[in-house]
């Protein structure tokens, strides 16, 4: 919205919209003015809504994904197969698996990847944690699903060099053109781990 | 984000965040494990901001604004052009108006448009508060500034009809704005041509 005169407490609106991802300058003026439009009620419940969202949500003390009930939802259930873990980087990876409705085993959040580029280390990931899952022998395969980007990778490599000297099996989720998509469409590195992680047909 | 289980407080907030405009709903599921990602004094700013906004901001008395200060920065400024109005459809086309820095005269902010589509009716507008703008005599030509959409051109076609009898000279701004788009989303130069191409209405 440029460098004009705007209200001080729309300019702090304005910020707080920018921080927002995906969100620049002038769709923080866009949303900001939009507030403006709402109802006190409705603007005091916005409010409420992000206040208490933040207040109520913990990490689960076993997998480490956010959630407002101890253990979390997955953690809890009896009917989930304990011999399996699948390794994301945030919860909202967690989600992403859920809705893919195949797994049946349980999660472990890592809170982020390894970046030396961004000054994160292993020691600020939940790698010990996991680690303290495995001591008991109930774990037979570790999935590593993080992002198949430079940082996700990385991670991956790391966890598996550590996780090998236990004898658990640890696999990665396999790279390749997303299901309903088009070859055409497919960037060259995807294309060639597409190729590379070729199956038989039966 | 699917139909899977989610905690309360979050399943509040994406609903809070699909409310905005733009928002679908994989974005409002992204937005809300945004926020747990901030500190809690990070969001409560957030929260107070939002509330802070819609109970400070007001209605200019005199041109519709909303505004920090009464009357607006624009009426109180002694430098403005008072024999020029600007009527626009809201207070952002105001500070679109102002980014193109060619004008120098006031403003009149409607509130919105004519749509019978929408049962938005003349009397739901601030078109009894703008005549009263002109009986004085001082006010010698009226722009409007409306969006160039169906129901912006609507209300320009109404306005002009019911300012003719008033003598008042009457204006529309050019179509140097794309046909269908809004004022929001003009650059300051096509606004700036569109205020200086400005005609007559017959």
Excluded: W
Excluded at 20 to 46: D, M, Q, Y
Aim: aromatic share 4%.
């Amino acid at each position: 919205m440029g460098g004009m005169y705007h209200a001080p407490v729309m300019r702090e609106l304005m910020e707080q919209f920018g921080k927002l991802p995906g969100v620049g300058p002038k769709t923080a003026g866009r949303l900001a003015f939009f507030i403006l439009s709402l109802s006190e009620r409705e603007v005091e419940a916005f409010g409420a809504a992000l206040v208490n969202a933040k207040k109520t949500m913990t990490l689960c003390p076993i997998c480490f994904s956010l959630t407002d009930i101890t253990p979390c939802q997955v953690c809890r259930d009896e009917t989930r197969d304990r011999r399996l873990i699948c390794v994301v980087e945030d919860t909202a990876d967690v989600f992403s698996v859920e809705r893919a409705r195949d797994y049946q085993g349980l999660y472990h959040v890592l809170h982020g990847s390894i970046s030396p580029m961004e000054g994160r280390q292993p020691e600020d990931l939940r790698i010990k944690e996991l680690l303290a899952r495995l001591t008991d022998g109930e774990v037979k395969e570790v999935i590593l699903a993080t992002n198949p980007d430079v940082e996700g990778e990385t991670t991956a490599l790391y966890l598996a060099k550590l996780l090998k000297p236990l004898g658990i099996k640890t696999t990665r989720i396999a790279h390749g053109i997303p299901v309903g998509s088009n070859l055409e469409h497919a960037d060259a590195a995807t294309l060639a781990q597409a190729l590379e992680g070729r199956r038989e047909l039966p």
